[in-house]
């Protein structure tokens, strides 16, 4: 049985194939076209997954779609008749689009069905927008039962909903309906802050530490109203996107004292003390959720997704409050994650299939679904351009890379299968040695051309993952915030004082000073030997050189690219950056071994701008 799941048209378009129940290939569009947030019909990301299932033509026997184009379709026209007659600029906009294509969503699975030389499908499905969420979160986790937890901006018409899952059924039992929407006000402030909405939300969370929760008063009294259970009402008269072409208005803007700030312009206190706010404010109201959800569903599990559930310090937060036992999050938590969720709610729900969960491992295999290229196909790449490379052996080629960190190198990591969801996990990794000072600001300015304040992730052997964190389980997806332990932390020599932001980074909080964010915190990653042993044996190896068990890792791609895919995107990055040694399997390419790439800096520059 071959079930094909399709995200697409609105952001982070994705295909999932599960064969039998078992996931067998899952990738975003963005990652082969290379366009960031690829929201088309995802055609390469299809042709992969059925490529990597030997799918045949004929073979395919349900394609099904993770969203209600007619239910969102009616809740976009009702909104507009309800503003009316506000908001015409913004109908002229959107109505062709949905006229055009949106509304003939089985169309254009078949046409593109077609192009990838699939054919027609058995049948077409379509599940809910929240029930794909669900399900993304519920049938890989590990839990037989649990609480189901989804928060993203809008489906057709839920922005929120609790549910429960028990063996191989979920049931919704209670919803919030736009515009009320949790991902809606986070990405009010993401764009009143200045960054791009729907790219720049975590970027919003990376710069609350910086910040003082000052406006909390402020949007409690003004912009939502909060209940017991963690329902609430937005108002409306301070936001934009029911009727204009942005997130926020004028009103918004004079209860914060001045209009948004201007992208790529200075960062000021505002933004900081406002990006605070509103993340104290999202983890107040996803802690009453998950106890409204403990409160209606008895259960001792959680399970998250959505867009919110991206969110990691409010995971950590909720994970470390006791209402639940555990908390598993789909590590595709976005719209992209809706292809899996919607391919397994056809199999488990609608085919009434078994679900096997033993209660401690999950059926995501580390989230590594996207293609792989064998050491033969990548050396054939490089030969054919003229790359140097050396060939090092299983083993050897750990003891190297080890060093090579160790030495204060940059290393690309290019190894297996790339990961699903939007954390490189090892395979499409960047890394280096989190001991260094300075190596935050390296990677951040001189590689990633990105802001200096955001924060690196730690990987971090999972055995060793209490030795450096105040945690006591693995976070083997990158989606748990936790503090470093007290033990290890350090005061900054002098105080931050009166510094700027971007001086703040170089202040050394503890003896890994290069994973440790200026509130003494850390996005973890537990890297298992058994779903990565190459990564977990380099970082081993990392530990019998220096007596740490852990390293930086951050997704190999530079600001306003997608994570790299192939060989070539790999190399591409490698030779435009100032990265110092790139892996591709067993092959270890030196830059000052390489041919000179002329238009490494300026074209490149040219090509990705900074959003």
């Given amino acids: ?132 969420h669900a399900a993304s979160a519920f049938f890989p986790s590990p839990f037989p039962s649990a609480a189901i937890l989804t928060l993203d901006g809008v489906g057709e018409w839920a922005t929120s909903s609790i549910g429960i899952g028990q063996g191989n059924k979920i049931s919704l039992l209670e919803e919030l309906h736009f515009p009320h929407s949790l991902g ?29 929760p000052k406006y909390v008063d402020q949007i409690r009294d003004n912009l939502i109203s909060v209940r017991e259970d963690g329902s609430f009402q937005l108002n409306m008269d301070y936001f934009g996107f029911l009727d204009g ?78 209402v639940f036992d555990d908390v598993w999050i789909q590590p595709a938590s976005g719209d992209a994650g809706g292809a899996m969720g919607s391919a397994l709610f056809v199999h488990h729900q609608l085919q009434d299939q078994p679900r096997s969960a033993d209660g401690k491992h999950d059926s995501m295999a580390g989230s590594y679904f996207g293609p792989s290229f064998s050491v033969d196909q990548i050396a054939e790449w490089l030969d054919y351009h003229g790359c140097p490379y050396e060939c090092v052996a299983d083993g050897d080629l750990e003891k190297q890379v080890a060093q090579l960190i160790a030495d204060q190198n940059v290393v690309g990591l290019f190894q297996g299968r790339m990961e699903f969801g939007p954390r490189a996990l090892g395979n499409r990794s960047i890394v280096g040695d989190a001991r260094s000072p300075k190596m935050q600001s390296v990677l951040n300015l001189k590689i990633k051309y990105r802001e200096s304040f955001r924060p690196f992730a730690p990987s971090c052997l999972e055995e060793r993952i209490s030795d450096f964190f105040e945690i006591d389980r693995p976070s083997p997806y990158m989606l748990l915030v936790a503090q470093v332990r007290k033990d290890r932390c350090t005061e900054p020599e002098g105080g931050e004082g009166d510094l700027k932001i971007y001086d703040w980074v170089n202040q050394p909080r503890s003896d890994a000073p290069a994973i440790t964010h200026v509130d003494y915190s850390a996005r973890i990653q537990s890297v298992s030997a058994e779903t990565n042993p190459r990564y977990h044996r380099i970082i081993k190896e990392f530990e019998n050189l220096t007596g740490y068990g852990i390293i930086i890792n951050t997704s190999f791609n530079v600001r306003g690219e997608p994570i790299v895919c192939t060989p070539e995107d790999a190399y591409r990055c490698f030779m435009r950056t100032e990265m110092d040694v790139l892996v591709l399997g067993n092959l270890i390419l030196k830059k000052s071994d390489q041919p000179k790439w002329a238009d490494r800096d300026e074209a490149w520059q040219k090509e990705f701008p900074l959003d």
Avoid at 36 to 56: Q, T
Avoid at 201 to 211: D, I, Q, R
Avoid at 298 to 322: M, Q, Y
Wanted: net charge positive; proline share 5%; hydrophobic share 40%.
């Fill in 1 to 132: 049985m071959n079930i094909l799941g399709l995200s697409a048209l609105y952001h982070d378009s994705a295909a999932c194939l599960i064969q039998d129940g078992r996931i067998i290939a899952a990738a975003q569009e963005e990652r082969f076209t290379r366009k960031k947030h690829d929201s088309n019909i995802p055609l390469h990301a299809i042709r992969y997954c059925l490529a990597e299932g030997n799918v045949a033509p004929g073979e395919l026997d349900v394609a099904v779609f993770y969203d209600k184009p007619i239910s969102k379709f009616s809740r976009i026209m009702k909104t507009y008749f309800s503003v009316a007659p506000r908001g015409l600029r913004s109908f002229m906009m959107a109505v062709p689009v949905w006229l055009r294509q949106k509304l003939w969503i089985p169309a254009e699975i078949e046409g593109v069905l077609g192009d990838a030389g699939c054919g027609a499908p058995g049948k077409i499905l379509f599940t809910e927008h929240h029930e794909a």
């Fill in 184 to 212: 809606m006000l986070y990405s009010a402030f993401t764009y009143f802050t200045g960054f791009r909405v729907n790219s720049g939300e975590y970027k919003l969370m990376g710069l609350a530490p910086y910040g003082e």
């Fill in 245 to 322: 072409l942005t997130m926020t208005n004028d009103r918004f803007a004079d209860l914060f004292g001045g209009p948004p700030r201007k992208p790529e312009s200075d960062l000021t206190r505002r933004e900081m003390d406002l990006a605070r706010s509103v993340q104290v404010v999202t983890e107040e109201i996803v802690l009453k959720m998950a106890r409204h959800a403990k409160a209606i569903t008895g259960e001792k599990h959680l399970c998250l997704a959505g867009g919110v559930a991206l969110n990691c310090v409010a995971n950590g937060i909720v994970l470390r409050s006791g």
